[in-house]
């Protein structure tokens, strides 16, 4: 049915041309057959280019997976860049696993993009997640002794980004092994963990 849509318009178009040239450009039979073939294949081109949408999942594209792995990968950089600032070990160690591990559940999704179903809450609730969990720190950290209790802040921040850690190992085990009753109960649960911290 597609294609039969596509002929159609395609054929409107090469025939519009070659009646145009023939008629009032006055350009001859041979001119006008040409040019109308060229501007049927030209159109019936640009309609399917158009058109052409891969289905990796169901109801999801190509383009679907795309967008959300540039998403995804800016979130990583964002997560890497506030690395640099952050000096102490045990805040720095959790970090560096959770981008490790965003980085391989993203490397997954580009070989299997089947997968962006099942991942997309992990890029775009729990990637923001911790990428609000570390530019908290870094603004407590820098101001602590201004911070009322900045130290016990940072402490609790410390202990979040670990258990959010290794949320990110488990989910991302899950999502190897396509396991969806197992991943969605790790995503229920580090839900909970998150909030119960207060983040």
């Known amino acids: 049915m597609q294609n039969g849509k596509q002929g159609i318009l395609s ?3 090469a025939s519009a041309v070659f009646l145009a040239l023939l008629f009032f450009a006055k350009a001859g039979l041979i001119v006008s057959v040409l040019a109308g073939l060229a501007s049927y294949l030209l159109f019936a081109f640009l309609i399917f280019r158009k058109r052409t949408v891969r289905i990796v999942a169901e109801g999801v594209t190509q383009e679907d997976v795309e ?6 990968d800016e979130k990583v950089k964002s997560l890497e ?3 640099s600032g952050i000096q102490d070990e045990a805040v720095a160690r959790p970090v560096r696993q959770i981008v490790t591990v965003a980085r391989a559940i993203y490397s997954d999704i580009r070989k299997e993009p089947k997968n962006i179903k099942q991942a997309r809450k992990f890029i775009t609730y729990y990637m923001d997640t911790a990428g609000y969990i570390v ?3 870094v603004a ?8 009322e209790n900045g130290d016990e802040l940072v402490k ?12 990110f190992v488990k989910m991302k085990s899950r999502l190897m092994e396509n396991d969806l009753f197992e991943l969605e109960t ?4 580090l839900e909970q963990t998150i909030k119960s911290e207060g983040f």
């Open 67 to 72: 967008e959300a792995l540039a998403e995804g």
């Open 156 to 167: 609790k921040i410390a202990a979040t980004l670990e258990n959010l850690s290794a949320a």
């Open 135 to 137: 530019s908290r720190y």
């Open 140 to 147: 407590i950290n820098q101001d602590k002794n201004y911070v």
């Open 186 to 189: 790790e995503i229920k649960l």
């Open 11 to 13: 054929g409107a178009a």
């Open 81 to 83: 860049t506030s690395l």
